[in-house]
């Protein structure tokens, strides 16, 4: 099975080297950098000054310490996301000046007790800060540090006056990363922000495709009808890969091992797309059965096995929350 790319499989650090350093924070970046991924990904949401700020999601709670500063208590609110009740604090009711006053602290801590030792520690970066951060990093080290952003909730955000076309583009086109060969990607789980980007930039863009459901945007579509051969020609029509959950490329079988492997990726480069699944992820909790190393859900499996076998699909990338395992096993 041919690639869409040449070369080695790329390495996307999700939310940097997110399993061993609080999400979404410089310092996951960094270490994502310094233990060699392709690409760094920040989740981008907006602040109430139209900030872009990285953030697993809006609302803050599991991520910041925002809950114990009383001089918020009162941005405590209730709001729907996408469809969804969420009750908590929202980047978009805060300025970046507040937002800097919080710090980051470990989303997963029952799974990574270790990273809770740098609750605290670190700010919510803006993304001008990780473009600079890839830039500066790129340069002292000789090597291309890519940046691999996602708009979440896009439409939500439309909605409410904050959308993220203008300021991304605008700081895409003042780091110059302007051109399909620039070292960017832009991922989206919605459709019509993708679109529109589309008509907008050159750079590559990536539709997100989970195992059920539909894009919030469109719910007259369902993931698993965009995966079809069908659908997957349309996604081509406007952009230039997928990012499916792996489990769209090798389902489990009941007893939670690896099962076969779809036509997804086949499909996907048969229509032009790359195709970059997510995402692996070192503990048990989140491994096959046969990669278990053993019952305690917080202990290292044999992540290796996992990123061998979809790789053997001819996938062209992979997000991993654990960039060193999956340099590694990319052999590279």
């Known amino acids: 099975m041919q690639k869409t790319t040449d070369g080695p499989v790329i390495i996307i650090a999700h939310r940097g080297a997110s399993g061993e350093r609080p999400e979404h924070s410089i310092a996951s970046y960094t270490l994502a950098i310094e233990q060699g991924a392709d690409f760094i990904e920040p989740d981008l949401v907006l602040t109430k000054d139209a900030v872009l700020v990285a953030r697993h999601e809006n609302e803050i709670s599991e991520t910041t310490d925002v809950a114990t500063k009383a001089e918020f208590a009162n941005r405590k609110t209730s709001k729907i996301i996408d469809g969804q009740k969420m009750t908590g604090w929202f980047t978009e009711d805060f300025t970046l000046a507040e937002l800097k006053t919080l710090r980051v602290k ?196 044999d992540l290796a096995a996992e990123i061998r076998a979809f790789i053997a699909t001819g996938i062209d990338g992979l997000f991993s929350d654990n960039p060193a395992e999956a340099v590694a096993a990319a052999k590279r």
């Open 106 to 301: 470990e989303r997963l801590p029952q799974l990574r007790g270790a990273n809770t030792a740098y609750d605290g520690q670190f700010e919510i970066p803006t993304f001008e800060e990780i473009l600079d951060l890839a830039k500066t990093y790129g340069a002292k080290s000789g090597r291309i540090i890519g940046v691999y952003p996602e708009t979440k909730h896009p439409s939500y955000f439309a909605s409410i006056g904050l959308p993220h076309e203008a300021p991304l583009l605008a700081l895409l086109q003042r780091y110059g990363l302007v051109e399909k060969t620039s070292p960017i990607f832009i991922q989206s789980f919605e459709v019509e922000n993708l679109k529109a980007l589309r008509a907008k930039t050159k750079v590559r863009l990536i539709q997100l495709l989970d195992e059920k459901g539909s894009p919030a945007d469109r719910p007259d579509l369902t993931y698993p009808e965009m995966a079809t051969a069908e659908g997957l020609q349309a996604i081509a029509t406007y952009a230039d890969g997928i990012g499916p959950n792996k489990a769209l490329v090798i389902p489990r079988n009941l007893l939670g091992n690896l099962g076969t492997p779809t036509n997804l990726v086949r499909d996907a480069h048969k229509a032009g797309l790359a195709v970059h699944p997510w995402t692996f992820r070192r503990e048990n909790y989140f491994l096959p059965l046969s990669a278990k190393s053993g019952v305690d859900p917080r202990a290292a499996g």
